[in-house]
């Protein structure tokens, strides 16, 4: 079964860190640019980081840059994203997708949402609260 599992979301207060991964079982993700996008209560998805499949592009919305960082462990088949100086408004269930397909990772963080990708997980929340 081809499938990405997001993991490492939870509770953490205003200022927190939390570090959250995507793991893909069936599939290997070196063929893929892998994105993290999030969606708030009553809010559109939106991406918030995207790297491509060498780990040499990245991409981040302004919301998250300076705070959020993304890499990823090809041998462990495995994405992460980093979240220091967590917000209240960074609260939502964050999704990782992957796609074999984007030549940009600014294009994929940017239009994802609405064109697609290969591969979607079912997505980890994570709240920001005091």
């Known amino acids: 079964q081809l499938q990405l599992v997001e993991s490492g979301g939870g509770l953490v207060q205003p200022g927190g860190s939390l570090r959250l991964s995507c793991a893909a079982s069936?599939?290997?993700?070196?063929?893929?640019?892998i994105g993290w996008f999030r969606q708030a209560p009553g809010k559109e998805r939106e991406g918030v980081s995207c790297i491509s499949r060498s780990g040499g592009s990245t991409n981040y919305a302004d919301s998250v840059k300076g705070r959020f960082t993304i890499a990823r462990d090809n041998a462990k088949n495995t994405v992460y994203l980093q979240m220091d100086s967590l917000k209240p408004e960074d609260t939502a269930v964050y999704y990782c997708?992957?796609?074999?397909?984007?030549?940009?990772?600014?294009?994929?963080?940017?239009?994802?949402?609405?064109?697609?990708?290969?591969?979607w997980g079912k997505g980890t929340l994570v709240t920001v609260s005091s």
């Open positions: 069936g599939f290997t993700l070196d063929y893929y640019a």
């Open positions: 997708a992957a796609d074999g397909t984007y030549t940009s990772v600014q294009a994929m963080c940017a239009t994802a949402v609405v064109y697609g990708m290969d591969y």
